[in-house]
Nanobody
């Protein structure tokens, strides 16, 4: 089992920044691919960013160039630095993990919520206009 706890959400004005953090516990963190997803009311869960156990990174189209994902294996954390926030970034943000057993399928499936085995409880991000 892997437990994930997100933090860092809040209210920010458009153009501002937030840094989300996800703390993992329970298994060897470095063996997991990590993802950030978000879900706005009435919408499907959307891929935001992912980072594999090797450090391979991918971003959703809507956040490319504004958000940065990183991981620090020694601290069992993955962070999402969000810059130039827009009102449409408002959502609950979730951290997710998938074991490295997914292998080469990571590239193909990293944007799919059902590829991930473990989820945090989410943290609300609200961007005001």
């Amino acid at each position: 089992q892997v437990q994930l706890v997100e933090s860092g959400g809040g209210l920010v004005q458009a153009g501002g920044s937030l840094n989300l953090s996800c703390a993992a516990s329970g298994r060897t963190f470095s063996n997991y691919g990590m993802g950030w997803f978000r879900q706005a009311p009435g919408k499907e869960r959307e891929f935001v960013a992912g980072i594999s156990w090797t450090g391979s990174i991918a971003y959703g189209n809507s956040v490319q160039g504004r958000f940065t994902i990183s991981r620090e294996n020694a601290k069992n954390t993955v962070t999402l630095q969000m810059n130039r926030l827009k009102p449409e970034d408002t959502a609950v943000y979730y951290c997710a993990a998938v074991g490295m057993e997914i292998g080469t399928m990571w590239v193909r499936r990293r944007h799919e919520p059902n590829a991930y085995n473990y989820w945090g409880q989410g943290t609300q991000v609200t961007v005001s206009s």
